[in-house]
């Protein structure tokens, strides 16, 4: 996957991180240290940091910011799954397997690794299993823009040539939440496909 999809489907995931973080859902034993990571941990304005930059491009930065959030904070899921986005996005593959295995055996169900873990088996080419881990992150509570994780899924399929399936998840954020950018996306698709008329008509949508 190349770098400029990496920066754009992080992009889609910032709203699953911001609404986590603030969240006030009950503690379970699924969740309960993500939830006091996320909570309490020092590391989280890091981990903030090195995804702004990451977004940015700014992946020195972002290294560092990472590095940081594992520094103070080694048990935090999402530090190791922010690490782990941002190895990956500079080459270092095995660092990014790595951090992303740890992440997973911190918390499976944390909407901010699934979505990040998303990403990295999409880039890999292992569109089922990526599909998965973004629909587990739009199904996830802590999750309160659950169109961004379907969004990014169907980004995925898309640049991997699925234009039936990337239409398939398109449209299942289009109808939680059918935003300009969700809009534009399922006619890119649907025009694609030569769905001509159905394209013009999600389009009309934006203008009205």
Same mark, same amino acid.
């Given at each position: 996957?190349?770098?400029? *999809? ?6 889609? *995931?910032?709203? +699953? ?9 009950? +503690?379970?034993?699924?969740?309960? $240290? ?10 989280? @304005?890091?981990? $903030? *940091? ?8 700014? !992946? ?17 899921? %999402? ?6 986005? +941002?190895?990956? %996005? !500079? ?6 397997? =790595?951090?992303?295995?740890? $992440?997973?055996? !911190? ?5 901010? @690794? ?32 659950? #169109? ?15 234009? #039936? ?6 449209? =299942? ?12 996306? *399922?006619?890119? +698709? ?6 001509? =008329?159905?394209?013009?008509? !999600?389009? =009309?949508?934006?203008? #009205?």
């Amino acid at each position: 996957m190349t770098n400029h *999809l990496f920066q754009f489907l992080s992009i889609l *995931l910032v709203s +699953v991180v911001l609404t986590a973080c603030q969240t006030t859902a009950p +503690v379970t034993s699924d969740n309960a $240290a993500s939830m006091h990571y996320i909570a309490n941990s020092p590391a989280r @304005v890091y981990i $903030a *940091l090195a995804q702004a930059y990451s977004q940015k491009g700014q !992946l020195d930065s972002a290294m560092s910011n990472a590095d940081k959030a594992i520094s103070i904070d080694p048990a935090n899921p %999402r530090a190791h799954a922010i690490f782990a986005h +941002v190895s990956e %996005r !500079l080459g270092d593959y095995g660092a990014a397997t =790595r951090h992303f295995e740890k $992440a997973r055996a !911190l918390t499976a169900t944390d909407p901010f @690794v699934q979505g990040f873990y998303g990403l990295h088996l999409c880039g890999k080419g292992h569109y089922a299993a990526a599909d998965r881990e973004f629909a587990m992150a739009s199904a996830s509570h802590l999750n309160k823009t659950p #169109e961004t994780a379907w969004l990014s899924a169907g980004s995925c399929y898309e640049q991997a040539g699925d234009a #039936e399936m990337a239409r398939a998840r398109y449209r =299942r954020a289009y109808e939680i939440n059918g935003t300009p950018q969700i809009v534009r996306a *399922l006619a890119r +698709v649907e025009k694609k496909l030569g769905n001509r =008329r159905e394209s013009r008509r !999600l389009l =009309r949508q934006i203008d #009205e």
